[in-house]
């Protein structure tokens, strides 16, 4: 391979060779005033939401012209993503993000929006968003035995008080005898119906019932409006190209988290919600399917001490034939390498691993290392940049942020040895769910003499085909 010669080449002739990498961007802090709103009726609904929450407002947020996306911390340091549509930068509705199957969005994205904007609602600190987001001469609500305007009671006043985090079916049910499509909203919990007429979309039924409302009084007084602010200027999200090139020498910094955790099982659930996690004695395994032949799985050593917590990579594998495979059926074929070379580099390679499968998560912050390692980034969009970075993990930080709300996929994928040094070959996909683009990264990692990783390079391709080749 040109690419894979020219690597060699260049560690054969200097101390400092370009590296490959890939980048990320820090997301815009956003705090919506009234005048981001379409009318105070959505002002009102967000404070609401924000103070039964007990929410923190300047948080970061990506912006897109049809869209507002921004990332809240429960109590419990649970992810909470929230997107706001907008139109002509006003926001015009709010909803709570669903953990939800591909087929459930691509299949149902009215219904799926209308869910999360009544999700939203119910976290909301005042009963009137519920009661006039519903109109049950077109959707149908089931709930304890109870249904529609007696079901939504119940539900607001066995929630008023507290937050409720819901998952969604992968697949409605059709009742062919009613043309009736049932949703399950759910919870350990709890299981909320929610009845759709077949062919409608529900969010048409939405906004001009909420346009036309008037709010009484006393919330006008509990949220006043305010001055109309002068517009400040909106950044939209930048595609992963200018982001690079806006941000790739900025300082990142790492987020200590020892002595924040409480709960590492709770921790980990919120990080990884996608993941089957489950442990054994101090062992956390995070289990979840591969994509393609690239695999997402971590397993962790967690320990208790006087500082706080500590996360490690658990080594979880054993060598079969100059193999080396994990307990999942994950393998890395070391054939390339002598007996005394697998034994020296093994015991690290599930490090280098589970730190790219973190990548995304505040688990990169335990599991962060190459702080000194000089790495080079080729970017490949429609044409090839070159950044020189002085730190792997910087870069590593850096792309956590701008891949907050992807899938990540990371698989060694070639061992060999070129004039007479080891490198490593590594493919990570960020995978974005529902989305048929997806970023992709070939890093090669190229050890010294002692058995360090001293040079990196990544090749990052944006926005790619979801059929990997």
């Given at each position: 391979m040109k690419c894979s010669m020219e690597m060699s080449n260049k560690m054969k002739k200097s101390l400092v060779i370009l590296l490959l990498c890939v980048?990320?961007?820090?997301?815009?802090?956003?705090?919506?005033?009234?005048?981001?709103?379409?009318?105070?009726?959505?002002?009102?609904?967000?404070?609401?939401?924000?103070?039964?929450?007990?929410?923190?407002?300047?948080?970061?947020?990506?912006f897109s012209e049809q869209k507002v996306e921004k990332l809240f911390y429960d109590k419990n340091n649970k992810k909470i993503k929230i997107e706001y549509d907008w139109k002509n930068w006003k926001i015009t509705n709010q909803r709570e993000k669903l953990i939800?199957?591909?087929?459930?969005?691509?299949?149902?994205?009215?219904?799926?929006?209308?869910?999360?904007?009544?999700?939203?609602?119910?976290?909301?600190?005042?009963?009137?968003?519920?009661?006039?987001?519903?109109?049950?001469?077109?959707?149908k609500v089931q709930y304890t035995g109870l249904a529609d305007n007696e079901a939504l009671k119940r539900l607001w006043k066995d929630f008023k008080n507290t937050r409720v985090s819901l998952k969604c079916t992968e697949q409605p049910v059709f009742d062919e005898e009613n043309d009736e499509t049932i949703f399950i909203l759910f919870s350990e919990e709890t299981e909320i119906k929610i009845i759709f007429p077949e062919f409608i979309e529900p969010l048409k039924y939405l906004g001009n019932k909420e346009a036309a409302v008037i709010l009484p009084e006393i919330y006008m007084k509990k949220y006043p409006?305010?001055?109309?602010?002068?517009?400040?200027?909106?950044?939209?999200?930048?595609?992963?190209?200018?982001?690079?090139?806006?941000?790739?020498?900025?300082?990142?910094s790492r987020e200590l988290l020892n002595n924040k955790i409480k709960n590492a099982m709770i921790f980990l659930q919120n990080e990884f919600p996608e993941h089957d996690t489950y442990?054994?004695?101090?062992?956390?395994?995070?289990t979840n399917q591969p994509y393609d032949r690239f695999y997402c799985s971590i397993y962790l050593d967690v320990f208790h001490n006087h500082d706080?917590?500590?996360?490690?990579?658990?080594?979880?594998?054993?060598?079969?034939?100059?193999?080396?495979?994990?307990?999942?059926?994950?393998?890395?074929?070391?054939?390339?390498?002598?007996?005394?070379?697998?034994?020296?580099?093994?015991?690290?390679?599930?490090?280098?691993?589970?730190?790219?499968?973190?990548?995304?998560?505040?688990?990169?912050?335990?599991?962060l290392i190459h702080d000194d390692v000089p790495t080079t980034l080729v970017l490949r969009t429609d044409e090839?940049?070159?950044?020189?970075?002085?730190?792997?993990?910087?870069?590593?930080?850096?792309?956590?942020?701008?891949?907050?709300?992807?899938?990540?996929?990371?698989s060694l994928t070639e061992v060999k040895?070129?004039?007479?040094?080891?490198?490593?070959?590594?493919?990570?996909?960020?995978?974005?769910?529902?989305?048929e683009k997806h970023d992709m990264a070939e890093i090669r990692f190229h050890l010294s003499k002692n058995y360090n990783i001293d040079l990196i390079m990544m090749v990052l391709h944006a926005e790619i085909s979801s059929n990997i080749q």
């Open positions: 980048f990320f961007y820090p997301l815009v802090s956003f705090e919506p005033k009234p005048s981001n709103f379409i009318n105070n009726y959505q002002y009102a609904l967000y404070i609401s939401w924000i103070n039964k929450g007990n929410f923190k407002t300047d948080t970061p947020a990506n939800t199957s591909n087929y459930l969005s691509s299949n149902y994205p009215e219904a799926v929006l209308y869910l999360e904007s009544l999700v939203y609602r119910l976290n909301a600190a005042d009963s009137i968003f519920l009661f006039d987001f519903m109109n049950f001469t077109k959707i409006t305010h001055p109309k602010l002068p517009e400040k200027y909106i950044m939209e999200k930048l595609s992963l190209k200018e982001y690079i090139n806006k941000n790739w020498d900025k300082k990142q442990k054994e004695d101090n062992i956390y395994y995070l706080g917590i500590e996360i490690s990579p658990y080594e979880n594998f054993e060598i079969r034939n100059k193999n080396l495979v994990f307990s999942d059926g994950e393998s890395i074929d070391l054939s390339n390498l002598s007996s005394t070379e697998i034994e020296k580099i093994s015991p690290f390679l599930p490090h280098l691993i589970y730190e790219h499968r973190a990548v995304g998560t505040r688990l990169l912050n335990f599991l090839r940049e070159l950044f020189e970075i002085d730190s792997y993990a910087e870069l590593l930080l850096l792309l956590s942020n701008y891949w907050s709300d992807r899938n990540i996929y990371f040895k070129i004039n007479n040094y080891i490198e490593f070959k590594g493919i990570l996909v960020a995978e974005d769910p529902g989305k």
